[in-house]
């Protein structure tokens, strides 16, 4: 497990994140309104096991939501919905 975050943290400056959703992801983080992304990632391996392929903060009431596209372990391509508050998967759907 500790594995799998090391090298899904590892492979971060390969993860495509668009520069606006970034910068608003780190004005929200510094503001202490959603996670630190490696707590994202962090629940998201607790059930997906693969590399992370894109990323995207999408506005969502009542929270913003981390759209993470990852390749699994499994080949197959799924996009993840996750809660940027609390951590929570909201959906898994595959491409």
């Not at 490696?38 to 999408?58: C, F, M, N, P």
């Not at 990852?70 to 759907?93: C, F, P, Q």
Request: no cysteine.
């Amino acid at each position: 497990m500790l594995r799998l975050l090391l090298v899904l943290l590892l492979s971060l400056p390969a993860v495509a994140l668009a520069d606006s959703d970034h910068d608003r992801a780190l004005l929200l983080r510094h503001q202490g309104e959603v996670l630190p992304f490696s707590d994202i990632l962090r629940s998201v391996a607790e059930t997906y096991r693969g590399q992370v392929l894109e990323v995207e903060l999408k506005e969502h009431k009542p929270h913003p939501v981390y759209e993470i596209e990852m390749l699994g372990d499994d080949s197959i391509i799924r996009e993840i919905s996750v809660d940027a508050v609390n951590g929570k998967i909201l959906k898994a759907e595959e491409d």
